[in-house]
């Protein structure tokens, strides 16, 4: 048996990677969530997993153990901010060694839109709504005391 042949195989690819809401706007809360494989031959414990946006660790967790032939899951909060942003993810084996650690890590483009809190339209057509109601009461007023 070559060395290691009796040790696990993490491994993620972008698809692993679900962020929910699809469709994120600035301020929104996503949860970002993680299915780690293993390829291995015996289970994994105590596997290390780090969220990363932009560069920066955001977050981490740890998965008490991921099944030889099986998966694992992590979820993390992230609040949106607007703008394009590059999601990674890195699972770090952190009690046993493992086969392959080049395919520890995978990343997704994430583009979060921008929402004004208060879109100034909107102010724009109350204003304009409460205006036209003033002059029609006017008119009825003065029309009512000829």
């Given at each position: 048996?070559?060395?290691?042949?009796?040790?696990?195989?993490?491994?993620?690819?972008?698809?692993?990677?679900?962020?929910?809401?699809p469709d994120l706007?600035?301020?929104?809360?996503?949860?970002?969530?993680?299915t780690v494989r293993?390829?291995?031959?015996?289970?994994?414990?105590s596997v290390k997993v780090l969220l990363?946006?932009?560069?920066?660790?955001?977050?981490?967790?740890?998965?008490?153990?991921?099944?030889?032939n099986g998966t694992g899951q992590i979820a993390f909060d992230w609040m949106a901010v607007t703008g394009e942003h590059q999601?990674?993810?890195?699972?770090i084996p952190i009690s046993t060694g493992e086969?392959?650690?080049s395919n520890n890590n995978a990343s997704v483009s994430l583009e979060v839109a921008f929402v004004e809190s208060f879109p100034?339209?909107?102010l724009l057509v109350a204003v304009m709504a409460v205006l036209?109601?003033?002059?029609?009461?006017?008119?009825?007023?003065?029309?009512?005391?000829?």
């Open positions: 048996m070559p060395v290691g042949y009796y040790s696990p195989d993490l491994n993620i690819t972008s698809d692993d990677i679900e962020i929910t809401p706007k600035d301020g929104d809360e996503a949860q970002v969530t993680v293993n390829d291995g031959r015996i289970n994994a414990s990363i946006v932009d560069g920066v660790e955001v977050a981490n967790g740890t998965l008490d153990s991921v099944p030889m999601i990674m993810v890195e699972v086969l392959d650690e100034g339209w909107y036209l109601a003033a002059v029609v009461i006017v008119a009825v007023i003065r029309k009512r005391r000829k």
